[in-house]
């Protein structure tokens, strides 16, 4: 069984930033496809960001470069760096993990039905 376990998050001022990790157990992390999704207050689900076997990162639109997706094979560790923090962005955030076809458009992940992490909570206050 494959487990995903997210930590960083916390509370920081708009403009401010936070390292997300997801450390994800098993011997198969360098053989998934791995992405960020969130929930915000009053919205669906959403992908954040995603990345490939190849290493081709995807972004939602709203990210708009102030997110990058990077991961540490060594650790079995996915990070999610955001930058320029939003009230907007105040959230619960979730790292995935599956083997298959890797998509550029996050979003097309949840169909693959991956291992999902418990989430880490974002909070940004103006």
């Known amino acids: 069984q494959v487990q995903l376990v997210e930590s960083g998050g916390g509370s920081v001022q708009s403009g401010g930033s936070l390292r997300l990790s997801c450390e994800v157990s098993g011997n198969t992390f360098n053989n998934f496809c791995l992405n960020w999704f969130r929930q915000t207050p009053g919205k669906e689900r959403e992908g954040v960001a995603s990345?490939?076997?190849?290493?081709?990162?995807g972004y939602g639109d709203f990210v708009k470069d102030r997110f990058t997706i990077s991961k540490e094979n060594s650790k079995n560790t996915l990070y999610l760096e955001m930058n320029s923090l939003q009230p907007e962005d105040t959230g619960m955030y979730y790292c995935?993990?599956?083997?298959?076809?890797?998509?550029?458009?996050?979003?097309?992940?949840?169909?693959?039905?991956?291992?999902w992490g418990q989430g880490t909570q974002v909070t940004v206050s103006s």
């Open positions: 995935t993990a599956y083997a298959g076809i890797c998509f550029v458009d996050v979003n097309r992940a949840k169909d693959m039905r991956p291992y």
């Open positions: 990345l490939g076997l190849d290493g081709k990162q």
